[in-house]
């Protein structure tokens, strides 16, 4: 029954008989997708996320993981990094200023290939798809967090290529009244971090849930002093502050939905005198009609975005990144049941994208003060359940700017029985241009990337282990590439030829015996074909990997309760040796390839719940071995690595009011 390759979160996905309840259907791409999901008291694993309706995580057309807010409290993780990295496939890797971005399965995933939300709300950045991580997001008021390890575009569109995450968080009755955390982290003698975050769910006054979440966090990166390969040191304690400022509210009266997101993060640049700025502002509205097996959910959507704002940088150099941008989206979404076995779900929206430099007297690359693109698109899926298949049929198609039509279909076979299931899943996805790949590009001379995908997976379950292994081929073509020319110090994209095709396999296993809880999930990948090996790969030795991405990741999780009320976690990430194309003479500005040796990320945990009633706390060391784990940039274009944190002492509290 394995559908989670996540370590320490199996325990919650054995024995799933029964189905959760899910207050309202979903909603389409840039609006809330899964609202009020509240498991039962048999743990069962229903997901919305692979096609939004409600089905077994083991039925659904997508490969899966799952991790829930108990298995968070156990590793008690204060920052998202950590808990994302645990995911199979998933690595981290380095993009300029010092950003700390996704790879999935050997793919630099970072810059709108990789879908992320929370409550279905599209975070991505507008200038360039991408997602920065790193001290950033609440973890105290996630319900779950689903990763959809394959492509989502024919759902969610054109930045879910490569994968999709989205974050669940509590509501209502589920926050039960208000909580408080607070935390710190202690290394090389100084404070590396500090939060804190409130939380409070419940009814308003009779008849309106509110549901609000607020966030309030600072700290660095790293605090690690290296010498790199080209002899220089560096003090990244000096040059990686993070800070954050979130809020997040949800009102809900009956079957009507208001939710609004604010959001105010900036981080250090290491090797650039610069601070980088993310402010973002979204707001929801939708409403749900219902009538028998049939339900339908409009809404409207608005977000408003200053991305990647530079700060103290050269004008000349960095104005050219620093946008205004808003998107107004509205649409629907409905689903319902034909002669009981017949399933659809399916949605229509149209939106209009808005963007403008920061300072408003620069003029766009197309020789206008500002620019908007309207967008359409529209998706359909059928299921179709049998006694030994559920046959999945669906496709998405998007209408975009200048762009011509394209369609993203997915067809999938799939099947969980008592003691096995499977999956054969075949789709195909593209990367729509973003605002940014857009402006930067030849007057506008951009297409959309292409990708297709390939998987399949098997699955064993028993009372007290489950095992399952999967394998996939990802190709991408078209792909849009990312060049900066160091003379005229201007960035622009452009669409590469030839093709990129990984192939890999991921193998996991847990274990749930009385108070143990044991995990291990092994994922590689290997380079089939590359025509961009120069900037991408080694020429010489494709083998070898994607730059900066190891090829062999290994993620073990042990815990063990105590009691009703105490509970020890370790948690141990290997990943394997790595290339990166630095700088390797300071004097000359030589660069070259560098092998980065293989990195054991450990730590341990202890918790104690329900102290007096009301205080919970949680003791850890975050990277006991004092590990330099360095994460690298994934093309040739010569930026040094960063570092993560070095060995951390963390203390969180909880307090329950």
């Given at each position: 029954m394995l559908t989670c390759l996540l370590?320490?979160?199996?325990?919650?996905l054995l024995h799933a008989q029964s189905k959760d309840t899910l207050s309202s259907p979903v909603l389409l791409q840039g609006?809330?997708?899964?609202?009020?999901?509240?498991?039962?008291?048999?743990?069962?694993?229903?997901?919305?996320?692979?096609?939004?309706?409600?089905?077994?995580?083991?039925?659904?057309?997508?490969?899966?993981?799952?991790?829930?807010?108990?298995?968070?409290?156990?590793?008690?993780?204060?920052?998202?990094?950590?808990i994302l990295n645990l995911f199979p496939g998933i690595q981290v890797a380095s993009d300029v200023q010092n950003c700390n971005g996704i790879g999935i399965r050997g793919n630099w995933a970072n810059e709108g290939k990789l879908l992320f939300m929370i409550d279905g709300i599209q975070i991505n950045d507008m200038a360039y798809g991408s997602i920065v991580m790193g001290l950033r997001f609440p973890t105290i008021n996630i319900s779950r967090i689903e990763f959809i390890r394959s492509s989502g575009s024919s759902i969610y569109g054109g930045l879910a290529g490569l994968g999709v995450i989205n974050i669940i968080t509590k509501k209502g009755q589920e926050l039960s009244g208000h909580s408080i955390v607070t935390g710190m982290g202690y290394s090389r003698n100084a404070v590396s971090q500090a939060r804190i975050a409130y939380c409070y769910g419940g009814q308003l006054i009779?008849?309106?849930?509110?549901?609000?979440?607020?966030?309030?966090?600072?700290?660095?990166?790293?605090?690690?002093?290296?010498?790199?390969?080209?002899?220089?040191?560096?003090?990244?304690r000096d040059s990686s502050q993070t800070n954050c400022v979130y809020v997040n509210l949800l009102l809900k009266y009956r079957s009507l939905k208001f939710q609004q997101m604010y959001e105010d993060y900036n981080w250090q640049s290491t090797y650039e005198a610069i601070s980088s700025l993310f402010r973002t502002s979204h707001t929801e509205l939708s409403y749900q009609l219902k009538r028998g097996a049939f339900s339908v959910t409009p809404y409207a959507f608005y977000k408003w975005q200053i991305p990647w704002n530079n700060q103290y940088g050269d004008p000349k150099q960095y104005d050219v990144q620093n946008i205004v941008a808003t998107r107004f989206s509205g649409g629907l979404t409905a689903e319902g049941t034909f002669f009981k076995k017949l399933k659809f779900v399916g949605g229509l929206q149209g939106y209009t994208d808005y963007m403008r430099y920061y300072r408003k007297a620069l003029y766009l690359k197309n020789g206008k003060p500002d620019a908007r693109f309207n967008g359409v698109a529209s998706f359909l899926e059928f299921n179709y359940s049998t006694r030994f298949a559920n046959f999945f049929a669906g496709a998405r198609v998007d209408r975009y700017a200048h762009f011509q039509a394209y369609i993203a279909p997915r067809l999938s076979v799939t099947k969980a029985f008592k003691f096995w299931h499977y999956k054969l899943i075949y789709g195909q996805a593209l990367k729509i241009p973003t605002l940014q790949n857009i402006n930067l590009s030849d007057h506008g001379n951009i297409s959309p990337e292409h990708l297709t995908e390939?998987?399949?997976?098997?699955?064993?379950?028993?009372?007290?282990?489950?095992?399952?292994?999967?394998?996939?081929?990802?190709?991408?073509?078209?792909?849009?590439?990312?060049?900066?020319?160091?003379?005229?110090l201007t960035e622009f994209y452009q669409n590469m030829p030839g093709r990129i095709e990984v192939v890999g396999a991921e193998l996991s296993a847990a274990l749930k015996w009385g108070p143990f809880r044991a995990s291990l999930a092994y994922a590689n990948y290997y380079n089939r074909h590359n025509d961009i090996r120069a900037t991408m790969?080694?020429?010489?030795?494709?083998?070898?990997?994607?730059?900066?991405?190891?090829?062999?990741?290994?993620s073990s999780t042990l815990s063990f309760r105590l009691s009703s009320r105490y509970s020890v976690t370790l948690t141990n990430i290997y990943r394997s040796g790595a290339y990166s194309y630095v700088q390797v003479n300071a004097t000359s500005g030589e660069y070259g390839k560098v092998y980065f040796k293989p990195t054991d990320l450990l730590s341990v945990g202890f918790q104690s719940k329900n102290n007096f009633g009301f205080f919970d706390y949680y003791v850890g060391v975050r990277n006991c071995l004092n590990t330099h784990i360095y994460n690298l940039y994934p093309y040739q274009s010569g930026y040094q690595p960063t570092l993560d944190m070095g060995r951390e002492l963390i203390v969180k509290l909880k307090f329950n009011l």
């Open positions: 370590p320490g979160v199996f325990s919650s609006t809330r997708s899964i609202i009020g999901i509240k498991p039962d008291e048999n743990n069962s694993v229903i997901t919305t996320g692979a096609n939004l309706s409600e089905l077994n995580i083991n039925d659904a057309p997508s490969v899966m993981s799952v991790i829930t807010a108990k298995e968070i409290e156990e590793m008690g993780y204060p920052d998202l990094t950590d009779k008849g309106v849930e509110l549901s609000v979440i607020g966030l309030i966090n600072s700290g660095f990166k790293s605090n690690e002093q290296v010498v790199l390969p080209d002899s220089s040191q560096v003090n990244f390939m998987q399949a997976e098997l699955g064993l379950s028993f009372r007290h282990i489950d095992v399952a292994v999967n394998v996939f081929d990802n190709t991408i073509s078209n792909y849009i590439f990312y060049k900066y020319d160091l003379n005229t790969v080694d020429s010489l030795d494709p083998s070898a990997g994607n730059l900066a991405f190891s090829r062999h990741k290994l």
